[in-house]
């Protein structure tokens, strides 16, 4: 805008204002003969544009002859993406709908017939993997323990019927049992039941979150090698010790003798559980402030992982607790007097050592933009 055009436009606000020129002199706190310059050809100094503006009532834009920026058009690559997140979320909450009176196996390929668009138009029109990644997922993993906790209802009605049974009815200890055993007595069957309804549904949502990235993440993406750290392979040793909780149970132990503490046997959910926690809390804590936060989602998912492993542990001993001694595992025993406790077997470990090997090698890849994209 030159000083011409600036001048002009001010003496047009002045005088729409009923204003002269001594008025809007003695409004800024300036002379006449200043008022006179600026409507004559010159600019004010920057600090009085803005009570110039107010003393004629319009805005420093308007002052200016700035005109607003154009607000830019939706093009068919917005509207792509925004139809991919409609299919993706959209199709998940016609899933619910459908369940109510359709089979939930044909409600199931509905929905991934929708994520699948919804994944073909974000890898050929746009690309927001971060967004759509995580709310295709998020939807993926409830939709996943719906599927399965009907089909479990159908398949393992017993699984099902103990899971609703145990919260009916809680847990009844004996009067002088301790607060911790009421505590594990009453939650650890409810979270050992629901344990495979849980895995299930992680394997699951992560072979939907893999499927995801290999046919739209791997278009941009590519896999190249990484320094390796040892600050990336402390998640590795939480498969490892957990492994090593139950391999502590193998140590000499007979039908007759048994060398740890009584509590051990006794409460041997418990603790790998509160073990398993304080590892993942410690991982956790490890990779914050080591801006490596793009680890967490994987680390957190290696410690569910090993939520299996009490399913794969062998069940063959249990401790008496009045004697203190060991003896094979009968089921009809009274549940009060002997507790049940697993030991590690061939498949507990080489699945900690797979998860463990499996994390490790994870430290020496890492993906990059590809240059051709």
Known sequence: MTELEFAQRLKEYRKARGMTQQELADRLGVSNKSVSRWETGGYPDVALLGPLAKALGVTVDDLLGEQPAAVRALGRADWQNLLSFAFAIGGGVGFFLLDLFLPTILALLLYLGCLAYGVWLQKNYTFHSRWFFSAALVMSFFIYFQTILRAATL???????????????????????????????????????????????????????????????????????????????????????????????????????????????????????????????????????????????????????????????????????????????????????????????????????????????????????????
Request: aromatic share 10%; glycine share 8%.
């Open 155 to 373: 398949l393992a009605p017993s699984l099902i019927s103990n899971l609703l049974l145990q919260l009916a009815s809680g847990y009844s200890p004996r009067g002088d049992a301790p607060a911790l055993e009421v505590v594990t007595g009453y939650l650890l069957p409810l979270l050992t039941g629901a344990l495979p309804l849980l895995l299930g549904t992680l394997v699951a949502t992560g072979v939907t979150a893999l499927a995801i990235w290999l046919f739209v993440g791997s278009r941009r993406l590519r896999l190249s090698r990484a320094a390796f750290s040892p600050g990336k392979a402390l998640p590795a040793l939480c498969p490892l010790l957990c492994g090593g909780f139950y391999l502590l149970y193998c140590g000499g132990v007979t039908q007759q003798y048994a060398p740890l503490p009584g509590w051990l046997y006794v409460y041997q959910d418990a603790l790998f559980h509160g073990l398993l926690g304080v590892l993942a809390l410690a991982c956790v804590l490890w990779l914050l402030p080591r801006r490596r936060r793009a680890m967490l989602s994987a680390c957190l998912a290696l410690c569910a992982l090993c939520l299996a492993f009490p399913l794969l542990a062998e069940t063959e001993l249990m401790y008496s607790i009045p004697t203190g001694h060991c003896y094979l595992y009968n089921p009809e025993s009274t549940s009060y007097r002997y507790a049940v406790f697993s030991q590690a077997g061939p498949a507990l470990l080489i699945a900690a050592l797979v998860l463990a090997g499996a994390w490790l090698l994870c430290c020496f890849v890492t993906t990059r933009p590809r240059e051709d994209v």
